[in-house]
C-alpha cells in the first residue's frame, strides 16, 4: 500500500481489502477495479468476483492480471492436466527469507467462464510483453520475458445496462 500510495500521491483512494470476506463498500461504489496478480492466489474466484461485480457501477470495469495458463503448465514437472484447476507451492524468497506461497492454475476458459458466470462482458485479453526499458533493469532475464508468455491481463466490464448486485 505504501509503494501505490508513493507512485500516486494523496489524491487517489487506496483501499486494501480481504478478498475472502465480503467488501466493506456500496452497491456500484466504483468506476474500476484494479486486481493485479491476485486472482490466482484464490481457488475459487466466484465469490470474489461476484462481490467486485457488485460495487462496480455498469459500464464500470474489473482490469486483472494473472500468471499465464500455459506458463504454469509448461514449467511444471510433473507437467499437470491443462484442462483442471490445480495448485501448486514454490518458495518466494522476501526480505531475506523463504516464504511459500500457493497459487491455483487454470486454463483460461475457466479464467473466462467465471468472469461471465459473475456477470461480467469480456472487453480484452492481452498478452503483455515488457517495456523495451526493461531491458537494462533487467539483463539476464529480458529475453525470457521478451519470448515466454508470463502473464494475462483481462479487462472485463459490468454490462452498462445492468441493473443492483449480483451476475
Same mark, same amino acid.
Given at each position: 500500500m505504501a509503494l501505490a500510495r508513493r507512485r500516486l500521491g494523496d489524491g487517489v483512494a487506496l483501499?486494501?481489502?480481504?478478498?475472502? +470476506?465480503?467488501?466493506?463498500? +456500496? +452497491? @456500484?461504489?466504483?468506476? /474500476?477495479?484494479i486486481a493485479s496478480l491476485v486472482l490466482h492466489y484464490l481457488e /475459487?474466484?466466484?465469490p470474489t468476483l461476484a462481490e467486485l461485480r457488485r460495487v462496480l457501477r455498469p459500464g464500470g470495469r474489473l482490469i486483472a492480471s494473472v500468471s499465464h495458463p500455459f506458463t504454469d503448465y509448461a514449467h511444471r514437472d510433473p507437467?499437470?492436466?491443462?484442462?483442471?484447476?490445480?495448485?501448486?507451492?514454490f518458495d518466494w524468497a522476501f526480505n531475506g527469507r523463504s516464504v511459500?506461497?500457493?497459487?491455483w492454475?487454470?486454463?483460461?476458459?475457466?479464467?473466462? +467462464?467465471?468472469?461471465?458466470?459473475?456477470?461480467?462482458r469480456l472487453a480484452a485479453i492481452s498478452e503483455p510483453q515488457p517495456d523495451p526499458a526493461a531491458?537494462?533493469?533487467?539483463? /539476464? @532475464?529480458f529475453q525470457d520475458?521478451?519470448?515466454?508468455?508470463?502473464?494475462?491481463?483481462?479487462?472485463?466490464?459490468?454490462?452498462?445496462?445492468?441493473?443492483?448486485?449480483?451476475g
Open positions: 483501499h486494501e481489502v480481504d478478498l475472502g +470476506d465480503p467488501l466493506p463498500f +456500496d +452497491d @456500484g461504489a466504483f468506476d /474500476d477495479v /475459487d474466484w466466484g507437467r499437470p492436466d491443462y484442462h483442471a484447476t490445480t495448485s501448486y507451492t511459500p506461497m500457493r497459487l492454475r487454470r486454463p483460461l476458459h475457466a479464467m473466462t +467462464d467465471a468472469f461471465t458466470a459473475a456477470g461480467f531491458r537494462e533493469a533487467f539483463p /539476464d @532475464g520475458l521478451s519470448t515466454n508468455p508470463n502473464f494475462l491481463f483481462f479487462v472485463v466490464e459490468v454490462p452498462p445496462s445492468a441493473t443492483g448486485s449480483g
